[in-house]
């Protein structure tokens, strides 16, 4: 019997969903079999060798987003924000395609200079960077390091033994009303000076004073998941007021202009997604026009996009474990990863599609929430998806989007190993990072 025939409260018609090419890589197919292929490699062939959860990751379509952040930005240096997804492979590709690197502690430091990637250029970010790490990335020879207080202007001083090249942390006191958690634009926060104000001036000046110090620049961050262009020419606006500010009252004259990342992807169907070719224009536009008005010399432009060079390019893999229907609620289809794998629904209420990979079914669908197997009634992956009222545990559900910030916030809770990266390319896939097992999690644990 079928769920449909024992629930028909079930049949809620509906059309079957398709592969959306907004929220999947732009190599994704249905194979003869009717199963999903990305990159030529049925997903379903993957999660029967590598197992489940599974991170796949097509190494085409990161590439791609590199090209096209190249080919929209050719005077603009593009720095991949590696917070989103490091590993080795990755940090290889994005430098292969002419990228820089933005890097968040010492061991995505060591990730970035592990796949030889040039010191040169590497740029430090963080609000609270350790006098260790400091150290690290000065002894390492790291291009850039963005400044984020006072106190960390006397330690790199106190370290710098060659000139050091840094760039100072502006909020630029833009709110683009994202969840409280990316809101970082806004005055009042733990990251960067506030605009126009002493606190800058005074950074600034502090820096000039130190003779193994180079203030090169200004950088901003305003936030993420930013679909709209026009907070960007705003940045660069009050940005280049600032940096004509500081000539005036500092008699510098900085060369560069950090504007962050921050561009949007589609999630799920009909989310915005930022249009570079607009971006382009805006920032473009926004530089000419502050530009002459300040009489300031164009800087040169730094666009750090994380998200959006890696999250289309990864899809995540679950074997469905049960399916349970909840007489007057909602049906649950609970799969063998959750929130240890994918927190961002916990963490900013992020929403998702899946669907099935082994075949490609036709008939009836459903209405589904899709749970995570953790002890916490919030650990819930997917709401609203529609799939097959014939699915059956043991089947392949694949979720898109899913290549930025899950791996990198991925935990071991419950005892649940982190899952995989396998990437595939032209008809092949290769582990990237393996899973994590019990005796990787037992050999942390020193006992006593
Ligand atoms: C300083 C900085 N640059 C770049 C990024 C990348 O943001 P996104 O992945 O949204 O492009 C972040 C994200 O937190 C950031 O803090």
């Known amino acids: 019997m079928t769920l449909l025939e024992i629930f028909p409260s079930l049949r809620d018609g509906g059309m079957v969903p398709r592969l959306d090419p907004t929220i999947w890589p732009r190599d994704t197919h249905y194979d003869g079999e009717g199963r999903i292929t990305v990159g030529n490699v049925a997903l379903a062939d993957i999660a029967d060798q590598y197992g489940t959860p599974t991170y796949v990751l097509d190494e085409g379509e990161v590439r791609g987003r590199c090209q096209d952040y190249r080919k929209r930005f050719p005077d603009a240096e593009i720095i991949y924000a590696g917070k989103?997804?490091?590993?080795?492979?990755?940090?290889?590709?994005?430098?292969?395609?002419?990228?820089?690197?933005?890097?968040?502690?010492?061991?995505?430091?060591?990730?970035?200079?592990?796949?030889?990637?040039?010191?040169?250029?590497?740029?430090?970010?963080?609000?609270?960077?350790?006098?260790?790490?400091?150290?690290?990335?000065?002894?390492c020879g790291v291009g850039r390091?963005?400044?984020?207080?006072?106190?960390?202007?006397?330690?790199?001083?106190?370290?710098?033994?060659?000139?050091?090249?840094?760039?100072?942390?502006?909020?630029p006191d833009i709110d683009v009303h994202g969840h409280p958690a990316v809101r970082t634009g806004v005055t009042d926060q733990k990251f960067g000076f506030p605009i126009g104000g002493d606190a800058v001036r005074e950074a600034a000046d502090r820096i000039l004073r130190q003779p193994n110090l180079q203030l090169v620049g200004l950088h901003c961050h305003i936030g993420s998941q930013i679909g709209e262009t026009f907070p960007y020419g705003e940045a660069v606006r009050r940005m280049i007021g600032e940096m004509s500010r500081l000539r005036d009252e500092l008699g510098v004259e900085l060369t560069e202009l950090d504007l962050g990342g921050g561009h949007a992807v589609a999630y799920r169907s009909g989310d915005p997604a930022m249009d570079l070719a607009e971006l382009s224009d805006i920032v473009g536009d926004s530089l000419d026009a502050a530009c002459i008005r300040y009489g300031f010399p164009q800087p040169k432009i730094a666009l750090e996009p994380g998200r959006a060079i890696v999250a289309r390019a990864g899809v995540?893999?679950?074997?469905?474990?049960?399916?349970?229907?909840?007489?007057?609620?909602?049906?649950?289809?609970?799969?063998?990863?959750?929130?240890?794998?994918?927190?961002?629904?916990?963490?900013?209420?992020?929403?998702?599609?899946?669907?099935?990979?082994?075949?490609?079914?036709?008939?009836?669908?459903?209405?589904?929430?899709?749970?995570?197997?953790?002890?916490?009634?919030?650990?819930?992956?997917?709401?609203?998806?529609?799939?097959?009222?014939?699915?059956?545990?043991?089947?392949?559900?694949?979720?898109?989007?899913?290549?930025?910030y899950h791996h990198s916030l991925a935990s071991s809770y419950n005892g649940i190993g982190r899952p995989p990266i396998v990437a595939v390319r032209d008809g092949r896939s290769r582990e990237l990072v393996r899973r994590e097992t019990i005796d990787d999690l037992l050999c942390r644990d020193i006992g006593h």
């Open 316 to 404: 995540t893999l679950y074997r469905v474990l049960s399916i349970k229907h909840v007489e007057g609620g909602h049906t649950y289809v609970t799969v063998d990863g959750g929130m240890s794998d994918n927190p961002r629904v916990a963490l900013y209420g992020a929403r998702y599609d899946a669907v099935v990979a082994n075949r490609h079914p036709t008939g009836e669908h459903m209405t589904v929430t899709i749970a995570g197997r953790h002890c916490e009634a919030g650990d819930i992956l997917a709401h609203d998806v529609r799939l097959p009222v014939d699915l059956r545990p043991g089947e392949v559900l694949a979720m898109p989007c899913t290549g930025a």
């Open 84 to 139: 989103a997804l490091l590993t080795r492979a990755v940090a290889e590709w994005v430098t292969e395609e002419g990228l820089s690197l933005d890097v968040c502690s010492a061991g995505e430091l060591a990730v970035a200079l592990s796949s030889w990637a040039d010191p040169a250029r590497i740029m430090l970010h963080g609000n609270g960077k350790p006098f260790g790490e400091l150290e690290t990335a000065i002894n």
């Open 145 to 171: 390091i963005v400044v984020d207080s006072l106190t960390e202007i006397t330690l790199l001083s106190a370290l710098a033994s060659r000139p050091q090249r840094v760039l100072l942390r502006v909020t």
